[in-house]
């Protein structure tokens, strides 16, 4: 993809990748403790509410957040943009407004942030950053590859399913080596009525890939993501390693879990 498409490609999509999905530091704490291994959501950390892994026969990744390490890029550079503003919000408190949010609503969002309408050339900017920036930082999220490899192996199918365009995934996937992985097994929002969290996106993948609901393992790191997946009658992993795990608990995630390494030997048991 030569750089003009790239840019194409990223203004155009650039509001379905805006939402501010991460509290970065409490994802940088939870990070270092990875290697403590899975966090259940049962107090006791004994079950997974009864969910029985040998049955999943399709694994459903969302793409931002979870293939890709977009998030923390994106919001950086927004947070920077609306500090020359001499606006400073807390990344926290941009995740609670952004998250899951609609393009019109994130644009809405940010005029009631700046308190007026924002400089003609402030969104051309963004993205135009953001595309610097994914370009020169994006990476696959660490284990995610070996993940995938394993899951072949194993004779476990996967697909990709995201809110964003098949053009974006097209560019994030490529940039970090992963499209290899997912050719004719990526589905978009923008081929259903409703994105998430509505289910229409992950029914459409399972029907494709010809697995039933309740042996479908959906891998989300919104909330927004869970609940699409818990519509769809599937079993959901909270992936926690940039978004708080209560908040993926709050929304209805049957597990969750901070590195993708621990998520194959759950799903091999």
Known sequence: MNPEARTKAINTDFFILFPIYCDLFLGFAQYEQASRGIQLIDSLGSNMRGVRMKNIELVIFDCDGVLVDSETITSRVFS?????????VALDDLFEMFVGQSSEKCVELTEKLLGCAPPEDFFH?????????????????EGVQALLEA???????????SNGSHRKMSL???????????????????DVSHPKPAPDVFQMAAKTMNAQPENCLVVEDTPTGVKAGKAAGMTVAGFSLNTPSKRLEQAG??????AMGELFKIIAK
């Open 80 to 88: 920077n943009m609306l500090s020359e503003q001499e606006v400073n």
């Open 125 to 141: 900017q963004l993205e135009k950053r953001v595309s610097v920036a994914l370009e020169n930082e994006l990476v696959a999220i």
């Open 151 to 161: 899951l072949h192996q194993r004779g476990i199918a996967y697909c990709v399913a």
């Open 172 to 190: 994030t996937l490529g940039l970090t080596g992963l499209d290899p992985y997912f050719v004719g097994k990526a589905f978009s929002a923008h």
């Open 253 to 258: 995630a049957d597990f969750h879990f901070s």
